[in-house]
């Protein structure tokens, strides 16, 4: 039994594909395929039921592949042994982001990161936050930026920063005329909200009480884009609720259209998730230590603030 035979099956069981697990494996699919039937010889046992599409894993299997799982995270931490000895910052960070979160963090992080880490190799990912868990269990991603808590099993979470909600409301609203609004102000009013999937949906419609969206005549309009939020608000009327960083890039006109909540103002806590078993932590420390220094000293307190559950 080899690490790579062990990687080759976990590649299968993440992409569901012989095919897909070589392209990700940098190896043809004979190659990875006779791998993997070497293994199965070696342990008289059916680690993949070859007759489903996409290909799954065998009862038995399951159990092989989650142990395999731990055995290749382990084996990792030699390397990271060894780097963690050396001063400079070398490797590759694979990152899994929110898409409400990454457009207002992460062009200042990443000029910051490849200027003071040049050995450093980002890739990184938009995903919801349901995509990003899923990813860190099965390995595809090192870490994730997402708002918390998730209190998801096996998933460690470090908080970094508390986002303030505020209200984008068409000149058109009868609420347009206030200074603050609260919760309450909004069950009558038209909200339009990211599509399912997003966290942020979630938080919106807890603050608001409600589930009524986007109720134009003949419309359900599906987006994953807080900018899309803001025009349709501009172009149709009714409101939406954004995160306090998205207000950098509003101009005048739009930032009169901006209302803040009355105390206690709502919030999402933004963290630096990782399995439980993370090794890359210089790594990880890194990456984290940059994203605080270009947040706002105010939304690194967590004090007098509502966090709103996802």
């Given at each position: 039994?080899?690490?790579?035979?062990?990687?080759?099956?976990?590649?299968?069981d993440t992409y569901r594909s012989f095919?897909?697990?070589?392209?990700?494996?940098?190896?043809?699919?004979?190659?990875?395929?006779?791998?993997?039937?070497?293994?199965?010889?070696?342990?008289?046992?059916?680690?993949?039921?070859?007759s489903k599409q996409p290909v799954i894993?065998?009862?038995?299997?399951?159990?092989?592949?989650?142990?395999?799982?731990?055995?290749?995270?382990?084996?990792?931490?030699?390397?990271?042994?060894?780097?963690?000895?050396?001063?400079?910052?070398?490797?590759?960070?694979?990152?899994?982001?929110?898409?409400?979160?990454?457009?207002?963090?992460?062009?200042?992080?990443?000029?910051?990161?490849?200027?003071?880490?040049?050995?450093?190799?980002?890739?990184?990912?938009?995903?919801?936050?349901?995509?990003?868990?899923?990813?860190?269990?099965?390995?595809?991603?090192?870490?994730?930026?997402?708002?918390?808590?998730?209190?998801?099993?096996?998933?460690?979470?470090?908080?970094?920063?508390?986002?303030?909600?505020?209200?984008?409301?068409?000149?058109?609203?009868?609420?347009?005329?206030?200074?603050?609004?609260?919760?309450?102000?909004?069950?009558?009013?038209?909200?339009?909200?990211?599509?399912?999937?997003?966290?942020?949906?979630?938080?919106?419609?807890?603050?608001?009480?409600?589930?009524?969206?986007?109720?134009?005549?003949g419309l359900t309009y599906n987006t994953?884009?807080?900018?899309?939020?803001?025009?349709?608000?501009?172009?149709?009327?009714?409101?939406?609720?954004?995160?306090?960083?998205?207000?950098?890039?509003?101009?005048?006109?739009?930032?009169?259209?901006?209302?803040?909540?009355?105390?206690?103002?709502?919030?999402?806590?933004?963290?630096?998730?990782?399995?439980?078993?993370?090794?890359?932590?210089?790594?990880?420390?890194?990456?984290?230590?940059?994203?605080?220094?270009?947040?706002?000293?105010?939304?690194?307190?967590?004090?007098?603030?509502?966090?709103?559950?996802?």
């Open positions: 039994m080899t690490l790579v035979q062990l990687e080759y099956i976990v590649a299968v095919v897909g697990a070589a392209e990700k494996c940098f190896v043809t699919q004979p190659t990875l395929s006779m791998q993997v039937q070497k293994l199965e010889e070696m342990l008289n046992v059916k680690i993949f039921d070859r894993p065998t009862e038995i299997g399951s159990q092989i592949i989650q142990q395999a799982r731990i055995v290749l995270q382990e084996s990792q931490k030699i390397k990271e042994i060894i780097n963690s000895q050396q001063q400079d910052i070398v490797g590759e960070l694979k990152v899994g982001i929110i898409p409400t979160v990454a457009p207002y963090l992460l062009p200042q992080v990443i000029a910051s990161m490849m200027e003071k880490y040049p050995d450093l190799k980002l890739l990184i990912w938009e995903y919801t936050t349901e995509d990003i868990i899923h990813h860190l269990k099965t390995g595809v991603l090192d870490c994730g930026i997402m708002a918390t808590p998730v209190n998801e099993p096996g998933i460690a979470e470090v908080p970094m920063y508390y986002e303030t909600f505020v209200t984008y409301i068409s000149k058109n609203s009868k609420l347009f005329k206030k200074k603050t609004i609260n919760s309450a102000d909004l069950e009558e009013e038209n909200i339009w909200l990211l599509n399912e999937g997003h966290c942020m949906r979630s938080q919106v419609l807890n603050i608001c009480r409600s589930t009524k969206d986007s109720r134009l005549q994953g884009s807080v900018e899309t939020l803001i025009r349709m608000v501009d172009m149709n009327n009714g409101a939406t609720l954004l995160p306090e960083l998205a207000l950098v890039d509003l101009n005048s006109k739009q930032l009169s259209k901006v209302r803040a909540f009355k105390d206690p103002e709502p919030v999402r806590e933004i963290s630096l998730v990782t399995h439980s078993n993370f090794i890359k932590k210089r790594m990880l420390n890194a990456f984290r230590e940059e994203i605080l220094a270009v947040i706002p000293k105010a939304m690194k307190q967590k004090k007098k603030k509502d966090i709103v559950g996802i």
